[in-house]
Every structure is written in C-alpha cells, then in structure tokens.
C-alpha cells in the first residue's frame, strides 16, 4: 500500500473506515429528519462534515482504551463501538436506549467500550478525561484517553486548568480539539487571537500539532503517534483537527453568522469523498463496493429507525428509577 497509515491500519480496515463515516453521516441526517418531524425531542448537535477526525482518531486506538466526548458526539460514539439502534433508540427515548431513553443525545455512555460518555457541559469531558489518565497511571492500567472537545471548550478555563495537570503529572492522555471554526454562533477567528488553537500547548510545555481533520489519514497518523507517545510514559499532546461542521450548531439556527459560499468551500473538502479518492487511486476501493459500503451504511441506519420507533417507550412507574448511582 503507498499509503501512510499507522501499522495497525490494515486495507480492510480502511475500507471499514470508509463504511463508517457513512453510518456517521447517515445517523446525523436520519436525527436531523426525525428532529424536523417532533419524533425526537430535547436538542442534538450534529457532526456531519466532522466524520474524519471521529473515526481516524478512534481507528488507532486498542479496545481498552478510552475516550471522553462533547455534546457533538454520535460520531465519536459509532467511532468507539456504540450499537446505532441503541443510540437510535436513545434519541427517540426509548427503553432500549444507551440510558433506557432518558438520557437522550448528550448522555449517551458506553463504558464497556470503552467511552465515557457525552457530555452537555462544554469543556465538562476534559477533567473527565486527565481523571481517567491518572487513574490508568495509579492503577497501571496501561490505557490512554482520547480527549475530544471544541475549539469553543478550548477557551473555558476546565481546559487550562486539565490540560497543565496532565501535563505536570504526565498523563497518558491525547486532547484533540476538533476545530469547526465556530462555538454556537461565534466564529474562532473573533473568539482566538491565535491562528492555531494547538499552540496553546507550548504553555504547558506538551507537543501542539494542527492538522487538516478532514483529511482521515492525517488524523491517523499523528493520532497513533500521540497515543503511542502517551502509552510510552511520555505525557500528553494537543492536537487541533481543523475541520468544519455543514449543519447549524443545534435546533433552529438559520446559520446567518457564516456564508453560503464559505459553506460550499468546506462541502467541497467532504472528508468522506477525499477518502473514497485515495482507496480508489489505490486500487483498494471500485466505484461500486464504494456505492454498495455507502448503500449497506444507509439501510443499516434506516434499520436503527425502524428499531427505535418499534421500541417501548419508558413507563410512567419507572420515572424515579436509574436516577441516583
Ligand atoms: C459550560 C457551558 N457553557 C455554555 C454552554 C452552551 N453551549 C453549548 S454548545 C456551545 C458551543 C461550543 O462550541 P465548541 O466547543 O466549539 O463545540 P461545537 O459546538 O462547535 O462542536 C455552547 C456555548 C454549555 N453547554 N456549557
Ligand atoms: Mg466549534
């Protein structure tokens, strides 16, 4: 293979990877159809156009790893091992949900597979994870943390204040900000006086990269490096995904604070048709096992909604159930 990917990247694995940014995709526009149609309630935040650094960064970690997630988080659930019909029935609060249909979008957890969960509070995963890391140095663990969160959480003070102490006590721990140029309505560019959120790493004396996130190979490569950097005893690093999401940030947002044509420039970086290129120049991918991993993503998608809807819904007498741990 001519390409440069991390030794655990197998070609069967990339063409799974090409499968599953497509099941994100699917699973973001089936919430956003549903959304529109009163069938799932509360708010969701979705990923689509952020499908490469979700599943390039997951793709080079080992089963017992872990990793934190943000409100935008389908992604990096499905990257992690989710089931899509038990986050489809989440979503449409359902019993046979992530959290038997009470949690909805940002609570969705999966500790067996290793992922700690949503998170609603910006920034809120990222304590969340350097407490994970200390716990895997205390306990000799041996696993790393994959830190996702926003180039918005980069500017709470729960990221200085996690980010120096893993650093000081030398965490295993990888924080990947996924930079989508915006926090709600606000662009990067009025709310950060630096062109790269990844040099606020110098501050804390850890590696800062800033890579392309749309490109899936990119994120592989300095993901396994990062993640092996941690599991060397080395400590943390931040790396900034630039990257760019197509939806609005959540329910009713019209989106007046970008451009249309800024929107386009980004639709044309489609991180999923930049991968398809690369597995077809290399004689990996044809045009139609292309079309029929896109087509069985979509019905597999199609078949979690099906499963949802024909789920019970949670009965009244177990409203105070599952509340406290
Ligand atoms: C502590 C906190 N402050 C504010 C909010 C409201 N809020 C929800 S998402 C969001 C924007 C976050 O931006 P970013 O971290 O860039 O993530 P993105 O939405 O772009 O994925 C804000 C301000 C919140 N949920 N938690
Ligand atoms: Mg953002």
Redesign the pocket.
Known sequence: MNLKVPEMITEEKLVMLYKQMWSIRFFEEKVDEFFAKGMIHGTT?LAVGQEASAAGACAVLEERDMITS???GHGHCIAKGAEVNGMMAELFGRTTGYCKGKGGSMHIADVDKGNLGAN????GGIPLAVGAALTSNMKNKGYVVLCF?????SN?GSFHEAVNLASVWNLPVVFIC?N?Q???SGSVKEMVNIEHIADRASSYGIPGLSIDGNDIMEVMNTVDEAVKHARGGNGPTLIEAKTY?WKG?SKSDAKKYRTREEEKEWRDKDPIARLKEQLIAEGILTEAKARQLRDEAKREIEDSVEYAKNSPEPSLDTLMEDIYA
């Open positions: 935040h943000t409100h935008r609603g509070i910006v920034g969160f926003g180039d918005g959480a709470e996924e989508n915006y926090g709600m999401r940030h």
